[in-house]
């Protein structure tokens, strides 16, 4: 699907972010997010030399590990590809994340801990889907069996429109949650 009819297109670079959640065996929960970047030119880089056409520049992995209060039990993260051997310096420093919440706020905690210099954009992106696909994974798993989409988890009031505490869904579905 094209988003533009009005001219003609070149593709040049392409990103792939793939998250997918898991049920662990010991009631924990694992989302894996996978970034590819690809580039449809022979590309340079500063230490790799020429990359070919759809040689990945990043491609990142990244495992995280919560309980059903979203807080984070362990992380993993990988670099097969990365443009900087100083790069794959920050994966071990993503365990300075252990410990807390996915929730509100939490990407300012992430910062805190891993912004600027001391981490990588791509990780700290990779996060942000990491997050998403927790709650598409954790809350709506563990409703199947109960009372389906009449039940919310709090912390996703406020975090979009649709649930605003003072938005009409909230009013309509889930008046505990007013403002």
Avoid at 22 to 42: C, F, G, M, N, V
Wanted: glycine fraction near 6%; hydrophobic fraction near 35%; charged fraction near 25%.
């Amino acid at each position: 699907m094209s988003m533009s009819q009005a001219v003609t297109r070149k593709s040049v670079h392409h990103r792939r972010i793939e998250c997918v959640g898991y049920l662990r065996s010991d009631d924990l929960w694992d989302i894996e997010a996978h970034l590819i970047d690809t580039k449809d030119y022979p590309f340079q880089t500063l230490e790799r030399g020429t990359l070919n056409e759809g040689e990945p520049v990043h491609n990142m992995m990244l495992c995280v590990t919560i309980n059903d209060a979203f807080e984070i039990k362990n992380i993993n993260a990988n670099m097969d590809a990365a443009p900087f051997q100083l790069c794959r310096k920050v994966p071990p420093r993503m365990e300075q994340l252990i410990g807390i919440s996915i929730g509100k706020g939490w990407i300012k905690q992430v910062n805190h801990e891993l912004g600027g210099t001391q981490g990588c954009t791509h990780l700290i992106e990779m996060l942000k889907v990491i997050a998403t696909t927790a709650y598409q994974t954790v809350h709506p798993y563990r409703i199947k069996d109960s009372e389906g989409p009449k039940i919310i988890h709090s912390s996703i009031v406020d975090q979009c429109q649709g649930f605003a505490s003072d938005g009409e869904v909230i009013q309509k579905h889930f008046p505990e949650y007013r403002k």
